[in-house]
């Protein structure tokens, strides 16, 4: 498989007195057809790291790739040609489109930006993409504000797949909807790979999405990668780091009879952010001296799993 | 607990419909509901299914184009649906809290965390300043928040999504109230915060004796938490009964195809 996207020490600190580091040095390897999923929690650095990758934010240092050229230093004008390859699927669907436009307009109008066709094809391409998405053609005339949120989140999807990317970067892009449309929205993501091979890089917080789209997974926490794992069966039993543990800990479980609520011994979170070391070392179980004083590299533990943590 | 025999807030065959230019909703259909203290109903349906709607009749917060037709909602075999401004505001906050999805949209953003927290002491309680004081402080320790003092003089935006979610929750607990109405209050979250608001929920349904009625669409939350279980759709309850019931011998297709959704 070729390497579609590759990020090298990615980093993007925010503020001037009080730096924020939302990107900490994150190298990763994405491969055209393969899909991959970003989870972390809120402030994570997750989005930050989709927005970096997409051009919507300009990195404070490091490089990255995308069909073999070097994208970092370039203008927006420079960038504007690969766009049409590398789409993101946002999060809030409703706020993507112009409330002012019909979906159909909206979607015609970054069409209309990317690609030179016949006048009649556009409107055929439009319908094809809201036809891909499982909607019917009638949305095109709707506005934003008329439709429900699972048809708004088909919308999105279509709005970025009728240029026929070849990375999708999907930002959260089932989190906020029923888990009935949930599954029908994943599922919609996986049929439609399968069909034009695209490849994906899933963001989200919620890890039983992951399953069932992804083969990679990275986790961040803080900014920095802290585990990846290139298979996705038995996720919850490969995982080692100490916050990928108590991710999966933290998700509930659909059987009352082995509800863990009550039973647990208290634990307070720290919402501080550690000046050095292990940015996981106020929450984390196994911590000490060493995780206090410096950074755990990411290591390679067996073949494709690698790992962040100076206790394993 | 013999006391508390009566001591029960009930939602009894109500019907809300809501007049909109695409004429009438019929929003909830003949909902009953008991809600016990010290045990904790869930109410589950997707968007749409009218449980806001159920919770918002319950305190009294239909939008005014809402109109409850038929049916009540009682404390200990009394309606309150129809009190006066009065005795609305020494019910609500007082003995029925209740906290939101949206906590940053609840909390005013120019007051401080105190000045949140004292409003309500100070309303309905009438103490003076130092003991709502040390409630306040008291109330976000439980929610296990670090440094409470320093926490009192934030305001909500200098606040993480999480952190707001438990000083909201500190605020409706710190009344003490004898229930609470919980509106999806962690499908905002993280999951690891999650789990801990969750906790905090069941500990004071637990020690303190809260009924609490939590509204949500998560069926893995409501294994975790719940003691009863209400599935609504389309307006209607089509199926109730203990967690376990529900769980493991769901009777109705619909409480069949949630849990079969769930990833």
């Known amino acids: ?312 | 607990m013999e006391q508390l025999k009566n001591d029960v807030l009930k939602v009894k065959r109500l019907h809300v419909e809501f007049q909109t230019s695409h004429g009438i909703v019929h929003a909830v259909k003949d909902v009953s509901l008991e809600i016990m203290r010290g045990r904790i109903h869930a109410l589950v349906g997707e968007s749409g299914s009218g449980k806001s709607v159920t919770s918002l009749t319950i305190m009294n917060l239909l939008a005014g184009n809402g109109k409850v037709i038929s049916g009540d909602v009682t404390l200990n075999e009394k309606s309150i649906l129809n009190l006066s401004g009065k005795e609305k505001r020494q019910l609500y906050g007082d003995r029925i809290g209740m906290i939101f999805q949206d906590p940053t949209a609840a909390l005013d953003p120019l007051f401080t965390v105190e000045q949140l927290l004292l409003e309500g002491l100070r309303k309905h309680r009438r103490m003076s300043k130092k003991q709502a004081r040390e409630i306040a402080l008291e109330s976000l320790r439980m929610m296990n928040l670090r440094d409470p003092e320093e926490l009192m003089k934030k305001k909500p935006y200098e606040l993480s999504g999480g952190m707001c979610q438990r000083v909201m929750i500190a605020i409706a607990m710190s009344m003490k109230p004898d229930y609470l109405i919980a509106d999806e209050p962690t499908t905002a979250l993280d999951v690891t915060v999650q789990k801990q608001i969750l906790e905090e929920i069941y500990q004071l349904s637990r020690k303190e004796n809260l009924g609490v009625l939590f509204i949500t669409h998560d069926l893995g939350v409501v294994a975790e938490i719940a003691d009863d279980v209400s599935i609504m759709k389309d307006g209607e309850i089509v199926e109730n009964g203990t967690v376990e019931e529900i769980f493991y011998h769901p009777q109705h297709s619909y409480t069949k195809k949630l849990l079969d959704a769930v990833l």
């Open chain 1, 1 to 312: 498989m070729s390497t579609l996207l590759k990020t090298e020490h990615l980093k993007k600190y925010y503020g001037k007195k009080k730096i924020v580091k939302a990107v900490d040095d994150v190298s990763l390897e994405i491969h055209a057809g393969s899909s991959m999923a970003l989870i972390g929690e809120s402030g994570s650095g997750k989005t930050t790291f989709g927005k970096l990758i997409a051009g919507l934010e300009k990195p404070t240092d490091g490089k990255f790739w995308f069909q073999g050229q070097e994208m970092q230093d370039l203008s927006e004008k420079q960038f504007r040609p690969y766009r049409k390859n590398l789409q993101m699927v946002f999060q809030s669907s409703s706020g993507v489109f112009d409330p002012g436009y019909t979906i159909g307009e909206n979607i015609l109008e970054i069409l209309k930006l990317h690609e030179k066709l016949q006048e009649g094809e556009y409107e055929e391409r439009v319908k094809e993409a809201l036809i891909q998405t499982g909607l019917d053609t009638d949305i095109r005339n709707r506005y934003a504000g008329q439709i429900s949120g699972g048809q708004c989140q088909r919308a999105n999807i279509a709005r970025a797949l009728v240029l026929r990317p070849e990375l999708v970067i999907c930002d959260e892009p089932v989190s906020s909807l029923d888990y009935s449309i949930r599954k029908q929205i994943l599922h919609l993501l996986n049929e439609l790979q399968e069909k034009y091979e695209m490849t994906y890089l899933l963001i989200t917080h919620d890890l039983s999405n992951v399953p069932y789209l992804c083969k990679e997974v990275a986790i961040m926490y803080q900014g920095r990668m802290v585990e990846f794992i290139d298979h996705t069966d038995s996720l919850k039993e490969t995982a080692v780091h100490p916050y990928t543990k108590d991710l999966f800990d933290s998700i509930p479980i659909k059987e009352p009879k082995m509800r863990r609520i009550g039973s647990q011994e208290k634990k307070i979170f720290s919402d501080t952010i550690p000046e050095q070391g292990c940015p996981y070392q106020n929450r984390c179980r196994r911590c000490t001296n060493i995780c206090r004083e410096q950074i755990p590299e990411l290591t390679e533990i067996e073949t494709g799993h690698f790992a962040a943590c100076h206790m394993l």
